[in-house]
């Protein structure tokens, strides 16, 4: 992942994750404005990389689709925050998917055994998914 996109998806992703916790919900006004921005700006850095970072954005809405569909638990927001992934990430969101299901169950843990009285909230997922993002990124760096 190029510097420029995955500092495109930061921009869009930091304040969507923050929304998230705050409301539980990811707002498209975000969401459709940095899938556009990251196309943009993949175009213009590494346009090589384009195709599968939207072959990975296809795949990574119909495996959550799939998910919302089985287990439920996942909102649209969720959905279209995992176009956005797929996109920057491409090849690598699986490692940023998996990432951010272990993230997500430590912060379950965490809730469990610490704050017992919010146990029974949900669980924003798209700071887990920016969280699973991140780290990809900075595993990108370490194994390209």
Do not use: E
């Not at 649209?76 to 491409?90: I, Y």
């Not at 699986?94 to 809730?111: H, N, Q, T």
């Not at 998914?129 to 370490?142: D, E, I, P, Y």
Request: with cysteine; aromatic share 16%.
């Amino acid at each position: 992942m190029a510097l420029p996109v995955f500092l495109t998806f930061l921009f869009f992703a930091l304040p969507a994750s923050w929304i998230d916790i705050r409301s539980f919900r990811i707002p498209d006004r975000l969401i459709f404005p940095g899938l556009g921005a990251a196309l943009l700006v993949q175009a213009l850095v590494s346009p090589r990389s384009l195709p599968g970072g939207i072959g990975a954005a296809v795949l990574s809405v119909l495996f959550f689709l799939f998910i919302r569909k089985i287990a439920g638990g996942l909102g649209l927001g969720d959905v279209k925050f995992a176009a956005l992934m797929g996109l920057c990430c491409g090849p690598w969101v699986s490692l940023a998917f998996l990432g951010a299901s272990l993230a997500g169950i430590l912060g379950f843990l965490f809730l469990r055994l610490f704050k017992k009285d919010q146990f029974r909230r949900p669980l924003p997922f798209a700071p887990f998914m920016t969280a699973g993002t991140v780290g990809v990124f900075f595993l990108s760096r370490f194994c390209a």
